[in-house]
């Protein structure tokens, strides 16, 4: 139970009380700042705390956002400020000041215009950031005499509340798709799902189960079975867009659910992907080369967007941050959004989730496998090139320089092994001038063309593979801060999947393409994980998790090997690989559980995101 303290008597006729109560707060009446700090004093420390001033009119939701929402160590609104058991030593602070400054003599709320208010602004002062959520039309104002408050109420009652909390359950920015073909009803499946007690994770779940049930379909090789596949995936996106509504519009973010949601997705697709890759072969049709391929330009797509947007984070305007890049080579991109079908159209050919979902269930159910895959493919090229040309672009122009915590993140997302780490410890301040993107473009470059090129199992492959990792620590031997060194995670990660994928497609076997798509979805799921733990600001996995599963460069040079050493061996590169796939699956997926439900895991969830 959380504990919300009204700062004086409450005003007659008054719900606060009431709605307080109904968002699962305690209430206590104090009468001043001195016996508002005991009260707080009183209340266990590993709870949440509610200061509200007791003049408050507004919205249930307005009190809900201020007060309710998990990802927040501090959050206010007019009247109203919560506190979580890390801040509350701050605001214990800030209620002593307060106390002192009316004499420590309990003096009536009155002598302090706003309690909560005052409060939020010493927190603020005192380096806690206090959250202050975007109400629009709602109403949160503490009223100073009779005719404010009834202007107040007025105001309250002349916005629908539940349309506006429906409103706020969808994304401010999403794809056309899901937009205008799936959000318009789902919002009230949340709804729906909220007013029965079900909880995001419980939806998320459903999802997963649902895309699988439709990956299985997909397995079967027949038509109906297709159909059945295209029909389930539809409406296991439809539930994967309803758990985020239903996060929102009931404000059940938690770090479990923020694990579920980083890794369903991309679980569900490549499922998918593979019940399709089944269900060709059941035909006679191998597409596991043309599955494993999808997968591996959807997962490079995807480290670009990661990587430009981490090189990017906000920072301070003219340091080569996002307040620069914002004001750089987006001239076009201004007088096209003037335009308003452009902007649609903009996310569409970006081919996002929602796109992406609905043509691979369309086809799938219409077509082959084949076909899907090869649109899929062809799409998402497209797409890719797409939007990292007008990155490339807007990069080159930008002169800033880039700040110490995004070159660490990108260094954090090179996911660089011991083989790396240790040739960059050597070479650190003896680099030269040669910029860290364009060596580890040589090196992605070489150990590809070497993968493709050379006669499978020819033992030439293993010092293109050395050269590789040495160019992969010279890349991170110097702080990744040039305008284009957010592309090192992305051509490393294509020199290491493109490789898995060469040398399996080369191998002769029926089953390695399948014990490398296995290999590839272990180490995508692990680049994943990276990325959101840090977007919820605590940083890489650990360090012993990456050097165990030996980094990019150390994973490609021993694929490398075992491709010259078992190529004349039957069967045995192909058990290789899948013994290498579950090592590193099993090591990562049991570390990632651990991170993500313990109490340390941020509540991390995708608000902006269409991919």
């Known amino acids: 139970m959380s504990t919300a303290i009204l700062t004086g008597p409450p005003v007659p006729g008054s719900s606060l009380d009431a709605d307080l109560r109904s968002l699962g707060f305690d209430v206590e009446v104090a009468s001043g700042p001195h016996e508002t700090g005991t009260l707080l004093a009183g209340v266990p420390a590993g709870q949440r705390v509610a200061v509200v001033d007791p003049r408050f009119v507004g919205h249930l939701h307005a009190l809900r956002l201020a007060l309710t929402d998990p990802r927040f160590p501090a959050a206010a609104a007019p009247g109203a400020l919560t506190a979580q058991p890390e801040a509350r030593p701050a605001l214990t602070r800030a209620l002593d000041t307060a106390a002192a400054a009316t004499g420590g003599t309990g003096a009536p709320n009155a002598v302090v215009a706003s309690l909560p208010d005052t409060l939020?602004?010493?927190?603020?002062?005192?380096?806690?950031?206090?959250?202050?959520?975007?109400?629009?039309?709602?109403?949160a104002a503490v009223p100073a005499d009779p005719e404010a408050r009834h202007e107040a109420r007025t105001a309250v009652e002349a916005v629908d509340e539940e349309a506006v909390r429906l409103r706020s359950a969808v994304k401010a920015h999403d794809g056309f798709f899901t937009t205008f073909f799936i959000s318009p009803y789902s919002r009230y499946i949340a709804r729906w799902c909220a007013r029965r007690g079900l909880t995001p994770n419980q939806v998320t779940t459903a999802s997963l189960l649902t895309a699988l049930i439709a990956a299985g379909c997909a397995a079967t090789?027949?038509?109906?079975g297709y159909v059945a596949a295209g029909v389930l995936l539809l409406v296991s996106f439809v539930l994967d867009c309803t758990d985020g509504q239903l996060a929102r519009y009931s404000l059940q973010y938690s770090t479990m659910g923020a694990w579920l949601d980083a890794t369903f997705d991309r679980a569900k697709e490549y499922a998918f992907y593979a019940g399709l890759a089944l269900g060709a072969a059941r035909n006679g049709d191998d597409v596991w080369a043309l599955a494993l391929g999808a997968m591996v330009i959807m997962t490079c797509r995807h480290v670009v967007d990661f990587s430009f947007n981490e090189a990017n984070a906000?920072?301070?305007?003219?340091?080569?941050?996002?307040?620069?890049?914002?004001?750089?080579?987006?001239?076009?991109?201004?007088r096209l959004d003037s335009v308003g079908w452009t902007v649609w159209a903009r996310r569409m050919i970006i081919l996002p989730i929602g796109e992406r979902w609905a043509m691979i269930a369309v086809l799938t159910a219409a077509t082959s496998p084949r076909i899907v895959f090869w649109a899929l493919i062809a799409g998402c090229a497209f797409g890719a090139c797409y939007t990292s040309a007008g990155r490339v672009l807007r990069s080159v122009t930008n002169k800033g320089t880039r700040t110490d915590s995004a070159a660490g993140a990108l260094a954090d997302l090179a996911d660089s092994g011991p083989l790396a780490e240790l040739q960059a410890r050597l070479l650190r301040g003896r680099t030269g001038v040669v910029a860290p993107v364009f060596v580890a473009a040589l090196g992605a470059v070489v150990m590809i063309a070497g993968a493709l090129a050379l006669p499978f199992g020819d033992v030439r492959l293993i010092p293109v593979a050395v050269i590789y990792v040495m160019t992969a620590g010279l890349a991170?031997?110097?702080?990744?801060?040039?305008?284009?060194?957010?592309?090192v995670p992305p051509f490393f990660r294509a020199a290491e999947y493109v490789t898995v994928l060469a040398l399996a497609a080369k191998a002769g076997s029926a089953q390695a393409l399948p014990a490398a798509f296995g290999l590839v979805a272990a180490v995508a799921y692990h680049h994943y994980d990276t990325v959101y733990r840090i977007r919820g600001g605590t940083g890489a996995p650990p360090a012993w998790l990456v050097r165990t599963i030996g980094g990019h460069e150390g994973r490609t040079l021993v694929v490398a090997v075992l491709a010259a050493l078992l190529a004349h061996r039957g069967n045995d590169f192909t058990s290789a690989l899948t013994a290498l796939a579950v090592a590193v699956g099993l090591v990562v997926l049991v570390e990632s559980i651990r991170f993500w439900v313990s109490s340390g895991a941020p509540a991390v969830h995708d608000e902006g995101e269409t991919a």
């Open 314 to 334: 906000a920072g301070p305007a003219g340091t080569g941050s996002a307040g620069t890049t914002a004001k750089t080579g987006l001239a076009l991109s201004s």
């Open 221 to 224: 090789g027949d038509r109906a």
């Open 476 to 487: 991170v031997a110097r702080p990744l801060k040039g305008s284009l060194d957010w592309l």
């Open 120 to 139: 939020a602004e010493a927190l603020d002062a005192d380096g806690v950031a206090v959250h202050r959520p975007q109400l629009g039309t709602l109403v």
